[in-house]
């Protein structure tokens, strides 16, 4: 049926002899990709703070979280938290003896039982204004970015602060001293949400950050070093400590919880949750919060995020609380919001070749131009590094294995070089048999690649040894399924074992023309772009035509769930293809968006 349908749409694609990735031969190729990667020093293992999807249970490239779609509208709760300081009033020279207090605001207050520091930025001024802590009530000593000290102590409120009546909705404030972000640095403070502390560093403490800014929130960013790259960068700079409280299920680990408003292992996210156990979670609300809201029994389920912030409205820890919204990341496979999580991954070195991807790209004949130059260009001036890891069960696995301290390790690029590898292992005793004992190598029939299976779990069943004689096991992970689509100039004709002459003279490589969605800028254009690149110094095509999307009438993405997707198998039955293509070829060019219209088909029959 599918066939039939590609034939009637006129789609010119060769059914009958397709490339399929998880062939042994096309997993060869592939990894001797890998290999050609490692040769270059441009294959890594780090320990970063990168997207992951606790639904899917994978890290993501940022190519990935930058397909069509995956950034959406969402509206947090967000926080101004107070988090009372030990010793400002000795450090900045304050005569007082009100508390003092640094303000830091959050659209993720879920991430705040992991705080150990806050960041400000050196050269900015910084306000200490004296008034009232909007829910506690208490007069205190508040300090903010002076570009945003109206924000939060409005001058219109007068400076009357003794004659300040409780309650009231206007809250007096007076600026009592500015003074540079620099002096603030090494200032101590007390652990807002008291869980657990950190015993791998300091914690608790002002640092300085290079990304802070004032265009929103406090001045003032605090730092859970596990859940963004800038947190972890600045806090290790600083020897801070880390605090990694939610599992990789994202869930918050046993001890986050306290019996009222938090009760471990519970999604950090709603989304995670189905409205089955969404209901369950609500039934222990109604009961724990019975003391902290007069009617439970009205109450819909509240969000990590909304009962952390309630609980430090509770314990005078609050200073200001509103719903934000901005756009944050979602799985591309699962639709779930994702984490920015500490994951022990394998990355390929994308900018150190950065300048030569641009220069590649501008001899490409783009179609429009404007992608080219525009979204796809601007793409590869800031191409990050790849994360090629992926906690999977199906896919192509890594070819590399390590040894347990990580000091000695291997990337294998071939078969016969897998099977050389093996026999080494065999004679200092590691294992005990050659599973590759039957393959022939140079011998590229059938049935010769069918002796063996390169996937999980058969490929973890095998042990080198290094050259020092210890055992080297494989790295857990697969590859990011897009290395494995960018693979395929190569793969698909089982490069460099087999027809060396397409790749080599030109016969097959670079592609003459290619076309796929303008989704794929991020996606297969890029990764077809990168290894060519990276591996060949080189274009993998010379033209490319970036279609437009099908819309639909009115303009809006189709979507089952929307209910204005157009099924094309009913369309083809009763307008017939030469109708539609006709009319779908008339009505857009190919590169634009096109509203689809079964309208517009009967008029052209």
Known sequence: LWEKLTAQMGYWVDMSDPYITYDNKYIESVWWLLQQLQEKNLLYKGFTIQPYSPAAGTGLSSHELNQPGCYKEVKDTSAVAQFKTINAKSKLGLDS??????????????????????????????????????????RALFIVAAPLREKYFPSANGEDLDGFEMGSKKIPNQLKQSIA????????????????????????????????????????????????????????????GNLTLVDKRGKFLPEVQDGTFLFGEEYVKEAYYSDEEKAVELAKQKLALANIIRDTEKLNYLSVDERIVLKLQTEGKLFKKEKYAHNYPHCWRTDKPVLYYPLDSWFIRVPEKRNRLVELNSTIHWKPASTGTGRFGNWLENANDWNLSRSRFWGIPLPIWRTEDGNEMLCIGSVEELKSEIEKSVSAGIMTANPLEKFIPNDHSVENYSLFDLHKPYVDQIVL???????????????????DSGAMPYAQWHYPFENKEKIDQGKSFPADFI????????????????????CFDSVAYKNVVSNGLVLDKNGNKM???????????????????????????????????????????EEVQ
């Open 515 to 534: 076309a796929e969605g303008v989704d794929q800028t991020r996606g297969w254009f890029y990764t077809l772009h990168a290894i060519a690149t990276l």
């Open 465 to 483: 040894v290094s050259k020092s004689g210890k055992p080297m096991r494989r790295e857990s992970d697969l590859i990011d399924v897009w290395f």
């Open 559 to 601: 979507s089952k769930r929307l209910g204005n997707a157009v099924d094309p198998f009913e369309t083809l039955a009763k307008y017939g293809p030469d109708a539609t293509r006709w009319y779908m070829i008339t009505n857009a060019d190919p590169w634009d968006n096109l509203k689809f219209d079964v309208k517009g088909i």
């Open 97 to 138: 003896s009100l508390n003092v207090y640094i303000l830091a605001w959050t659209t993720t207050p879920w991430t705040l039982p992991s705080n150990v520091a806050l960041a400000v930025g050196e050269k900015i001024t910084y306000d200490i204004v004296e008034s009232y802590s909007p829910f506690g009530n208490e």
């Open 181 to 240: 972000g620099k002096d603030l640095v090494g200032i101590d403070y007390e652990q807002l949400l008291p869980f657990v502390q950190p015993t791998d560093g300091e914690a608790f403490k002002v640092i300085s950050g290079d990304f802070i800014t004032t265009e929103d929130g406090t001045g003032i960013v605090h730092i859970a070093p596990s859940f963004g790259a800038d947190d972890f960068r600045v806090a290790k700079q600083f020897g801070m």
